[in-house]
């Protein structure tokens, strides 16, 4: 699951964030990063999948 949060980081930003953390203030500043430049939009929905991991580590 994790991989796949991560390829959707790096294609479709707003779509890992929203997955990660849902409908709140980083889904909504993600998506704004994402349409006004893609490139830091990314790299705010790798840090929330690898943040998110980091808190919730796999067994």
Do not use: E, Y
Request: hydrophobic content about 70%; proline content about 7%; aromatic content about 12%.
């Amino acid at each position: 699951m994790d991989i796949l949060r991560i390829i959707l980081a790096i294609f479709l930003p707003p779509v890992a964030a929203l997955m990660t953390v849902g409908l709140g203030l980083h889904f909504w500043l993600n998506l704004v990063l994402t349409i006004f430049f893609f490139v830091p939009g990314m790299i705010h929905a790798l840090w929330l999948v690898v943040k998110n991991r980091q808190a919730n580590p796999v067994a």
